[in-house]
């Protein structure tokens, strides 16, 4: 928000430099981004600012308020003339083009002159043709005439990027006078937090300011010079939702001559960011800047003429089904069904809160206006902007909150803007609804309770005089408590626990945040009930980091075509099936995710235009729907994805070898084995919708399945842009896993006696699975076990059609001695028959 400091000076005496009320404003929560010079001078280059600075200082010799007395034609050129000006010592002749003086031209003496900005010779101003640049005015000819010094439209002088005109002031501008004297200015950027909604109007920063300084706060006169006949029986209101639209009052006035505003005005507005349109549309402007209450003025004759020509009646509703409305920037729009409108009899006027419609705008043939002053529905006005795609001034407050209070002081200050401004009648009274009024919170609480919040050991007495500052109705009881009741124009103070809290960051604002002293914690913390399983998580992930992992966290957030992307089918379920978001953000954001694997590869999609080797994993929850009215089940998952080429490149070359399903079945067992499962994982053939038959394996711990891994289906991995190497993914029950780790495990000392190696080879059928050879060499094993390696494969005649041949390194070793050859030959002969009977297997010689 664009804060003018002359504007806020009008509410608010405020001795402070610019730069002060700019550090001050931040301090009270209300950032200051950046502040823009307009003809105020500019701190030095070199200062140390925690804000942005831009703009051009107006020489006080150089630049005055002069009077233009006669307009003259140019003897030698068609588009430019001659102004007689006066600057306040002497006359002086200026060369210019400026196309609001050609109705002047030739009139003689102007009385009452026009009163205009001048720049003299020497002056520094902004160049209009050289964006960023400055030009000095020096005395040169033009077209024959000479001339050295310059009337200023408002881009030479940085206050906007009008230049077609030079600028009228108003009459009663003091000849002479520095012109930053009379409107030099600084323009503040203000960042508006949610909570800080009551200052998106002049007046609500400036009620911020005056209570840090303790100043008083002057409030705009919102009385009005009622003349016309009384509105009762000339319009009349009905709102049918209330939750909707709490509050809606309308005023009337009458014979209008439409213009420009006067020129102050105008100046205000374009310093925050509106441009001015006609006195009218300037006044409802003016005032939702001022007092943070947008507002929306009708033809009146239109609407009794769509009423037959009788008295309108404003109705409030929800749009029906298949309506329609062409709005002020002249699009048809078909509005949805939960959209507030501003209706009459027959039929919509404009969308509530957001822009109102072409048909009953204000126009130059406009003699009476129907001014509305309403509330609306915060979450209703925002989903019915961000599905237009309509963002407006008065959305931005609407969806933020704006009090019902300011409804009526807002109406009557408009309409008298209206009066002074275009010459009307107002008529008597208005017509205003109110049928949800706003109750504002009432908190009562201790100075005990401030002290435990903020560490500050504060009197009630001085903790009210901090609050009446911000306007709270506060009194202080005779047993010590305090209670305060929030101001009418407040939406960001609750009650209870949550109410004490915002009113000690009231508390806390005012008094300083820097003055506050450091404290120790005097509360006992509360209890971490999730602290153990978030251990096992981050030990799983730890133990991912060290095998060479990198973690990534995507959005939870996705639609069913993104997942189904991932899959052999492709085709995407219906949103029916998921948990689905009733406002998302985008469309392609609009369900919770029931898999980590889309976006994993998504992820490694993008990386793969600057890595060629990738190993990522994500440990996170999905979301699984349940019966209607219950929350989804939220397990977690850990999904892992490799990539590319075994090793990253070195200085001694590269390997070539791609990664394969080997790799990532590594990776697991070497996990399993890092977090010290009770017992080894398994693997056996499987199927997964988003990998290669036959490259697929279900992992398994004991006899609960894990999940599955394996290499990405080919028609798959074309819907994404990865290169030639194989993609490895897995996806696992992350609950089941970190479940699975136990709170002690048992740390053997490094044996004392050498291990016997051996290999043994076995013949088994092709079906047979490696791992359950594996578990039948570890059972028959038993204790004096301590590894078991596959080394070879081998399939070939000498050992038969559908055969294949394991070869497994196998150690044995004893803790208290060396084991003897009997020993060995011993444990082999019960490894032997143990392969035999559980997977058929022969000792192949």
């Given amino acids: 928000m664009k804060v003018p400091l002359s504007w806020l000076k009008d509410y608010v005496d405020i001795p402070l430099s610019v730069e002060d009320l700019a550090n001050l404003l931040t301090s009270l929560g209300l950032e200051v981004e950046a502040v823009r010079y307009v003809g105020l001078p500019m701190p030095p ?18 630049i005055v308020v002069a009077e233009v007395r006669e307009v003259l034609p140019h003897p030698n050129a068609d588009r430019l003339v001659l102004a007689r000006v006066y600057d306040g010592q002497a006359e002086h002749q200026v060369v210019t083009g400026a196309p609001n003086l050609f109705a002047y031209k030739g ?12 720049a003299r010779e020497g002056a520094v101003l902004l160049d209009p043709y050289n964006p960023g640049g400055t030009l000095r005015l020096k005395r040169r000819k033009i077209r024959g005439v000479e001339s050295y010094s310059m009337v200023c439209s408002e881009k030479e002088l940085g206050i906007s990027d009008e230049h077609e005109g030079i600028i009228l002031l ?9 012109l930053a004297d009379y409107m030099g200015d600084a323009v503040f950027d203000i960042a508006i937090t949610p909570n800080m909604a009551r200052a998106l109007g002049i007046l609500g920063v400036a009620r911020e300011v005056a209570a840090a300084l303790g100043a008083p706060l002057r409030v705009p006169d919102t009385a009005v010079v009622m003349e016309g006949p009384p509105i009762e029986g000339r319009a009349e209101v009905r709102i049918t939702d209330p ?5 809606f009052a309308v005023g009337l006035i009458e014979d209008v001559t439409l213009g420009p505003s006067p020129y102050e ?4 507005l374009k310093l925050a960011g509106m441009r001015p349109i006609n006195n009218i549309v300037d006044a409802t402007n003016y005032v939702m800047l001022e007092w943070g209450e947008p507002l929306h003025a009708f033809d009146y004759d239109i609407l009794v003429e769509r009423a037959g020509g009788q008295a309108p009646t404003i109705i409030t509703r929800r749009a029906r089904p298949g309506e329609r409305l062409t709005t002020l920037d002249g699009e048809e729009r078909v509005l949805p069904p939960y959209a507030v409108l501003v209706t009459d009899t027959a039929g919509p006027l404009s969308i509530a809160g957001v822009m109102g419609g072409a048909e009953s705008e204000v126009r130059p043939t406009t003699r009476r206006v129907l001014l509305e002053a309403a509330v609306w529905d915060p979450i209703t006005i925002r989903r019915v902007s961000k599905a237009l795609k309509l963002t407006t001034e008065a959305a ?10 300011l409804v009526e002081p807002a109406l009557l200050r408009a309409l008298e803007l209206m009066r002074r401004w275009s010459g009307g009648t107002v008529a008597q009274g208005i017509v205003d609804r109110y049928p949800k009024p706003q109750r504002d919170p009432v908190n009562r609480f201790r100075p005990a309770d401030i002290r435990r919040l903020l560490g500050l050991d504060l ?5 009210a005089n901090l609050l009446r500052r911000l306007e709270f109705r506060v009194t202080v009881h005779d047993d010590g408590t305090i209670e305060a009741q929030t101001p009418p124009h407040r939406l960001d103070i609750g009650e209870g626990v949550v109410g004490i809290a915002d009113l000690a960051e009231e508390i806390a604002r005012l008094y300083g945040y820097d003055r506050i002293p450091a404290t120790r914690l005097a509360d006992e913390l509360p209890p971490y009930l999730g602290l153990e399983r978030a251990r096992r998580e981050d030990r799983i992930k730890d133990a991912l980091v060290v095998l060479g992992l990198q973690e990534v966290i995507t959005y939870r957030l996705t639609a069913p075509e993104r997942e189904a992307r991932a899959t052999v089918a492709g085709e995407p379920r219906p949103d029916s099936e998921y948990v689905r978001l009733v406002n998302p953000i985008a469309h392609d954001r609009r369900v919770l995710r029931q898999t980590l694997l889309p976006n994993l590869l998504e992820v490694a999609e993008r990386n793969a235009r600057f890595v060629a080797r990738q190993a990522l994993f994500e440990w996170g929850p999905v979301f699984l729907p349940r019966e209607e009215g219950l929350l989804p089940d939220e397990p977690q998952r850990l999904a892992l994805l490799l990539t590319g080429p075994r090793e990253d490149d070195f200085w001694a070359g590269a390997a070539a070898e791609a990664m394969d399903f080997y790799d990532l079945k590594g990776v697991l067992e070497t996990l399993a084995r890092a977090l010290h499962l009770p017992q080894p994982l398994r693997f056996e053939p499987g ?4 990998m290669h038959p036959g490259k697929t394996a279900r992992v398994l711990l004991g006899d609960k399945v894990l999940g599955h891994l394996g290499e990405l289906h080919p028609q798959v991995k074309a819907r994404y842009d990865f290169g030639p190497a194989a993609v490895l993914v897995a996806e696992l029950d992350g609950c089941a896993l970190r479940d699975a780790l136990p709170d002690r495990f048992t740390l053997r000392p490094v044996p004392q006696f050498p291990p016997v190696i051996e290999d043994l080879a076995f013949v088994v059928d092709e079906t047979v699975p490696a791992a359950a050879v594996e578990d039948a060499i570890r059972a028959g094993g038993g204790a004096y076990l301590r590894a078991v390696t596959l080394f070879d494969v081998y399939r070939g005649q000498n050992i038969g059609a559908g055969k294949k041949s394991l070869a497994y390194r196998v150690a044995y070793q004893a803790p208290d001695r060396t084991l003897s050859d009997k020993d060995a030959a011993r444990i082999r002969k019960k490894i032997v028959k143990r392969v035999a009977r559980e997977v058929g297997g022969v000792l192949r010689g």
Avoid: M
């Fill in 45 to 62: 280059a070199d200062a140390r600012l925690d804000f942005k600075t831009s703009g051009l200082a107006w020489d006080p010799d150089k």
């Fill in 107 to 118: 009139q003689g003496s102007l009385d009452p002159p026009l009163k205009v900005a001048y």
């Fill in 170 to 178: 108003d009459a009663d501008a003091p000849t002479g006078v520095p």
């Fill in 243 to 247: 939750d909707a639209n709490p509050r």
């Fill in 265 to 268: 005005v105008q100046r205000r």
């Fill in 396 to 405: 931005y407050r609407y969806q933020r909150g704006v009090h019902p209070a």
């Fill in 459 to 463: 009197t009630a007495t001085e903790i």
């Fill in 687 to 690: 199927e997964h919708p988003s």
